[in-house]
């Protein structure tokens, strides 16, 4: 199906029968984005942290400036190869990181996708995937800045667990699939082919696409 923006940002099909709905925040998130890096050298010095997802080839990295007094941030910047959504909600988690005096670094790891959709008002469930970009980049850039300051007891591995030991494949996988559309285990075991050949992980793998779909989409 052939898709148009709209007069007013949203995208519609040419029959005008489907429509996905983006909310006025999004909408000027997306066109007036928020501390979207400018000079890279100017944060030479800044943690920085990159993730890619390959779902739907978006690729972002967030840079963060933190008070080592209060471990608060006072300075976050981004920068993304990615849609709209991923836009809109990463200009929405550098505001919520820094506004009011700055979240601590505790307080900014604890941010969840739920969060940033809330202020946001909402995004089409067929772009939530993109929207997690942010916060894990985020995280990725907190993890940075503790590595710097020589605090690795603070640093957290987001590798992921390994939950197929036949085809490696983990908990962070499954997340990004079920992300992706991949909401049952049908879809799931054709996109990964976990629980193929070792079926006994078969119950922690449901119970998995039972946890990421109520995180993601309260359902």
Known sequence: MTNTSSSDGDIVSRSGE???????????????????????????????????????????????????????????????????SAIASTSMMSVMVTENGGMTLDEAR???????????????????HCSVLGDKALRAAINDWYRRNNRLDKVEDERGRIIDPETNVTDKDIEHAVLDGADTLEKLQAKLKVGVGHPECLPEVEQLIRFYKEKYFGL
């Open 110 to 128: 604890k941010l969840r996708p739920q969060d940033i959709l809330e202020r946001l008002g909402g995004l089409p469930s067929r772009k939530i």
């Open 18 to 84: 489907q429509s996905w709905f983006y909310s006025d925040v999004v909408k000027d998130h997306f066109f007036n984005p928020r501390n979207f890096m400018q000079d890279e050298a100017a944060y030479a010095d800044a943690a920085m942290g990159l993730v890619g997802s390959p779902a739907c080839g978006d690729a972002m990295k967030v840079w963060i400036k933190v008070d080592p007094a209060t471990e608060k941030i006072s300075d976050c910047r981004w920068k993304t190869f990615g849609c709209g």
